[in-house]
């Protein structure tokens, strides 16, 4: 019998600023899953990073239930009722179009699900990030699956050396595309490269995949794709869920991915680069410089309906070091303070606050005379040759 877990998370009010949540909103959103879930959820988990509240469900409807999704939704909006009650900063920001925090992303909650054949075990890892985006996703994801340096189950175990198939989503055109690694593994890089426009949002297993054919093994947030207005929307800090061991990247090989603080976009005002730093629960808390970005993995199994966990995968010692190189970076990385590409580049501004602020420059600006003349000569000289 196939299985759904869905995930949901938003921002619906922090302390003080961005920070963290309130207990008892995560409380309040607890409450209503479990009284309005159960006869619709075989199981469920709250958790929160940041200040992101984090739901994760498990149900046998299927991908896009809107019951399911409804159940999330208002479960969201019981916790703002008390946040705002409490005066907590941004209440029902991810629910409501009203409350701007410095860029047009971020706008509603961010979904990812899959529907599955579950195993005899059925060991899976949620991985919650803040401040940043759902393309700070493609490195990691891309090791577990895709790089034997990382995943050497990809060369030595059988079930996995024929590799996995990327689901790729364009996210400014809104396509998609299935492509196939290790076969087209630079192709894949030269897309999810650029990780604000291409975003893996799933992973497959090869048809001939010999103890898990066709199915979906990975997913992501990746809610950037909806429009409104000619704008984007956001629900940008993202989440993923990755499947694991058994022909798939072991526990260990899916942690592994995020023992390199690598540089993610999304950080202080949604405007800067900085290093994820993996964290436990407990440090998962938005101080320094609203940051720095930082991800969260909790492990699961589940058996009939049921979950078993979580664990805290990054309440480990073995990732101090992951977390002191993701300090100096960030000391490096704060003294270029405004500058790029400490800030993000200037057609990612486009999406801030910024432009406002810059708009009664506008028809300011003067032609540099001998610049344009030398333009104009330029395209003259261009024509001659055709
Ligand atoms: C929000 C975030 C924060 C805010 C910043 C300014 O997730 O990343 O860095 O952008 O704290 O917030 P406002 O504009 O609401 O004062
Ligand atoms: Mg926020
Ligand atoms: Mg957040």
Same mark, same amino acid.
Not at 107 to 127: D, H, L, N, Q, W
Not at 269 to 276: A, D, E, K, Q, V
């Given at each position: ?8 998370k938003a921002d619906i009010g922090s302390l003080p600023g961005h920070t963290t949540v309130y207990g008892p909103v995560v409380e309040a959103v607890r409450?209503? +899953? ?12 709250i958790s929160y990073v940041g200040d992101d509240i984090q ?10 239930? =809107?019951? *399911? ?7 969201f909006?019981?916790g703002t009722?008390l946040a /705002?009650?409490v005066g907590l900063y941004g209440a029902?920001q991810d ?6 925090s410095?860029? *047009?992303?971020g ?21 919650m990030m803040d401040k940043t985006? =759902? ?28 590799? !996995? ?20 593994? @630079? ?14 949002? /799933? ?9 898990? =054919? ?13 429009? *409104? ?8 800090d993202?989440a993923?869920? +990755? ?24 950080w202080m ?5 900085? =290093?994820?730093m993996?964290v436990a629960m407990k440090d998962a808390k938005m101080t320094r410089f609203d940051g720095p970005p930082r991800v969260v ?15 805290d995968? !990054? ?28 800030? +993000? ?5 486009? @999406? ?12 300011? !600006? ?21």
């Open positions: 019998m196939k299985a759904t877990i869905t995930h949901i409450k209503y +899953v479990k009284e309005k879930g159960e006869s619709l959820l075989s199981d469920f988990h739901i994760t469900m498990v149900h046998n409807k299927g991908v896009d239930c =809107p019951e *399911i999704h409804e159940l999330a939704w208002n479960a909006k019981s009722d /705002r009650k029902g629910l409501l179009k009203d409350s701007f410095g860029n *047009i992303k706008m509603g909650p961010g979904i990812a699900e899959m529907e599955i054949t579950p195993r005899k075990s059925e060991p899976f890892i949620v991985y985006e =759902p393309g700070a996703f493609n490195y990691p994801i891309f090791k577990m699956f895709a790089d034997p340096y990382n995943t050497p189950g990809l060369v030595i175990d059988s079930n996995m050396h024929d590799g !996995f198939i990327f689901e790729i989503w364009d996210i400014v055109e809104a396509k998609r595309i299935f492509l196939s690694a290790p076969e087209h593994m @630079y192709d894949i890089l030269g897309m999810i490269g650029s990780k604000g426009r291409y975003v893996i949002k /799933r992973v497959h297993t090869k048809p001939n995949h010999e103890k898990l =054919p066709d199915e979906n093994v990975a997913v992501i947030t990746t809610d950037k794709l909806s429009f *409104i207005a000619g704008e984007y929307v956001g629900k940008d993202p993923g869920i +990755v499947r694991i061991q058994s022909g798939l990247p072991a526990s260990g090989e899916a942690m592994e991915a995020f023992s390199h603080p690598y540089l993610v976009s999304g005002r949604g405007s800067f680069n900085g =290093p994820l993996p993995g909790l492990g699961f199994v589940l058996k009939d309906g049921k979950l078993a966990g979580p664990v995968m !990054f309440d480990d010692p073995a990732f101090d070091g992951a977390r002191r190189t993701a300090v100096k970076v960030v000391d490096y990385l704060r003294r270029m303070g405004p500058f790029e590409p400490h800030r +993000v580049p200037e057609e990612d501004m486009e @999406y801030t606050t910024l432009p406002r602020v810059l708009e009664k420059y506008k028809g300011q !600006f003067e032609a540099v005379p001998d610049i344009q003349k030398k333009k104009k000569e330029v395209k003259l000289s261009t024509k001659d040759v055709d």
